[in-house]
């Protein structure tokens, strides 16, 4: 049975009981009043324009859904909507370009377009709770360019134009994070490199200068010379970037493959999408459904607003 078969994608009511069993894990409680007592399901009936999921509190007399201060507050489109998307999000190696979201839901390009950023919201994961290269594991470094930076004037190599991105992945765990940074100085680094990787961490970069002033803060440094091709340190094996190289190219097939015009106000967005799915990958065990599950759970708390509105127009991209 294909998992896209399941009633939670098809009946708006199993949809809201999938979801509220993910967010509620120990029961609804009150949005209003936090109380858990005294909280009464209203029958959904759409002709008196009762919505699905409704519950009324019997001490605040409030009344709520699953969906207030999450990322499917905002929006009309019915649960189940939203459920396909983040299984199409999250099941798909490279992504899913908003055109083709619009296509499968039957949603405006527009719709799909906020819907797939709001999801990608969802995917994003906030302070790590554990550093990176925690007992001593080794954590490796590197750092590419994307697209246009409208921020950069001046001369330098190509790569000054382009986007910067400096990535994280923990060799140990298998996750990754990536930060869009808008200059690789050491003064722009090294607050990254101290809040997201533990002190007792293998440090593993190439050999730029910029390493050489950060790799002392860790308890050890291994580097490789891209600049010589070299990828793996011949007289220490563990010694490698590969790791990272890996996660780069997934990162850059989706980026040529599915979004194509991604712009650097949005990258944040598509760097949470891909180290999601890197770090809750089939390889650490996670399948599909779990990984979709895993989304739906980080819904909460991440409400994205825009600045002009909701009726700001999405730019002209096919992303
Ligand atoms: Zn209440």
Redesign the pocket.
Known sequence: MSVLSKPYFHDEAAAFTFVEGLIWPEGPH??????VNRLTKVTANPEKRIRHGLYR?G????QFTVRMGTIFEESKLPMTKWLQAIYLMCSSKKGVSALQLSRTLEVTYKTAWFLAHRIREAMRDGALAIPFGEDGGAVEVDETFIGRDPDYSGPGAAYHGKCKVLTLVDRQTGRAKSQVVDKLSAADIAPILEANIAREARLMTDEAQLYKVLGWHFADHGTVNHSRDQYVSPQDRTIHTNTIEGYFSIFKRGMKGVYQHASKKHLHRYMAEFDFRYSYRIALGVNDEARTNRAIEGVVGKRLTYRGGTNQRPEATQA
Do not use: E, P
């Open positions: 009150c949005r209003h009043c936090g109380s509190c001490q605040c007399k409030g």
